[in-house]
């Protein structure tokens, strides 16, 4: 339901037009619908005046809801995204006809914004000053801010680029306000201005020891990086994600944790996770997961004629506790699968998990089989995020619906 404020009325008898985009200092696009009469009237001192009205519309029931997922480089971010915008259905893809170095992902319902975008400072620049990505003075807070604003206010912006190809800040591309705006990256709940704008948060926290292997996987074998310059970039970032990037984790909504393994002892490889979705009590319009019984403590090992285990098995732990002062409820899994089909055991003792049928978590696990993680508690967690943040855009919607209606009987 669009909102809209009528400043003048002079006559009935009017055409209608509507104004050319006109672009903010802040690069957004406003519209406005102006009434013409088409007559004249003599006003009280005698003089002709043509009539006219403004009328400026929002979509008012409508805006749109906003969803951070704050992690570091090479710690999943992507896979997360595909496997968000998969739910909500379509396929994700770079805006068409546009910049073919462009970071945002469309889909039916879904805008993913990398905040790269909002880079102050290009690759040389940042060199010159000594300063990464991950430090504040590298980046626009004050734009993201009223990009972000706007968008969730349904209007149109004029986004950066950044191109991670050329190391350069390209020409800005229009970027139309969704139903769902996903911002992604390393400073979503950093400005606090910022984490106030966002329905939902989800922070990765991806250990050391993970995550270093997993920088070797993506950057030896993808980007043809030697050992000693992955180590090198890992130790050059650490200060600055320390102090920028890992705090912002006790802001968000839900956390998935990535440890090493404790089925094995003294396990070295990292082919084994441990995962754990922290998920903080008291959201609005967001309920956590448990197992069997809400509010207990859990330890589960589903191994046997239900589930094929091979070493060194499966085994899952529930039980609620405290983060950063905030009461959570914490779901893990240690282990991995061997077979996805069977995984609708696990799924049918989950509760909570918002699904729309029976087996809708397996079905989104099998339909991305080949997705990173899908073996493990990251694509598992991953997915029941997504269909949880579903739910959650679906009780928004609902309540900006019936609202004006509520209203209207009263």
Excluded at 77 to 90: A, D, E, Q, Y
Excluded at 91 to 96: D, G, N, R
């Amino acid at each position: 339901m669009a909102v809209c404020t009528l400043y003048t009325t002079r006559s009935l008898n009017s055409t209608c037009s509507i104004s050319t985009p006109t672009k903010t200092h802040l690069g957004f696009h406003q519209k406005q619908v102006v009434f013409y009469s088409t007559g004249k009237r003599t006003s009280k001192r005698g003089g002709n005046s043509s009539g006219q009205c403004v009328i400026t519309c929002s979509a008012g029931d409508s805006r749109t809801v906003v969803i951070g997922l704050a992690a570091d480089s090479g710690c999943g971010k992507s896979t997360f995204m595909r496997r968000l915008t998969s739910v909500f259905g379509g396929a994700a893809e770079p805006p068409k006809g546009g910049n073919p170095d462009s970071n945002t992902l469309i889909s039916d319902m879904t805008t993913v914004i990398c905040l790269d975008d909002y880079h102050s400072l290009d690759r040389t620049g940042r060199k010159e000053k000594g300063v990464t990505a991950l430090d504040p003075r590298a980046n626009n807070f004050d734009l993201m801010y009223e990009q972000v604003k706007a968008l969730k206010s349904s209007i149109a912006v004029e986004k950066p680029i950044y191109n991670h190809v050329s190391g350069l800040l390209d020409p800005p591309e229009l970027i139309k306000p969704p139903k769902i705006l996903v911002i992604e990256g390393l400073h979503p709940m950093f400005d606090e201005r910022v984490r106030d704008l966002l329905d939902f948060s989800i922070y990765l926290d991806i250990s050391n020891e993970v995550k270093f292997a997993w920088k070797i996987q993506r950057d030896m074998a993808e980007r043809g990086h030697s050992l000693e310059s992955i180590k090198a970039s890992i130790e050059a970032r650490k200060p600055d994600f320390d102090a920028y990037i890992d705090p912002q984790k006790q802001y968000a909504d839900a956390v998935i944790e990535v440890l090493p393994t404790q089925l094995i002892p003294d396990d070295n490889e990292g082919k084994v996770l441990r995962v754990r979705l922290i998920m903080k009590e008291g959201v609005k319009n967001f309920s956590p997961v448990y197992l069997f019984d809400e509010g207990s403590t859990i330890s589960w090992i589903p191994c046997g004629r239900k589930l094929t285990c091979s070493y060194p098995g499966i085994k899952f732990f529930y039980t609620p506790d405290t983060y950063f002062g905030h009461e959570v409820s914490i779901l893990e899994m240690d282990g991995q699968f061997d077979r996805l089909d069977e995984l609708i055991y696990v799924e049918s003792h989950l509760s909570n998990i918002s699904t729309k049928f029976y087996g809708e978590v397996t079905q989104q696990m099998l339909k991305h089989a080949d997705f990173p993680g899908s073996n493990n508690g990251t694509g598992l967690f991953q997915t029941i995020i997504g269909l949880k943040i579903r739910d959650l855009y679906e009780q928004i919607t609902v309540s900006k619906t019936t609202a004006p209606l509520e209203a209207a009987k009263a």
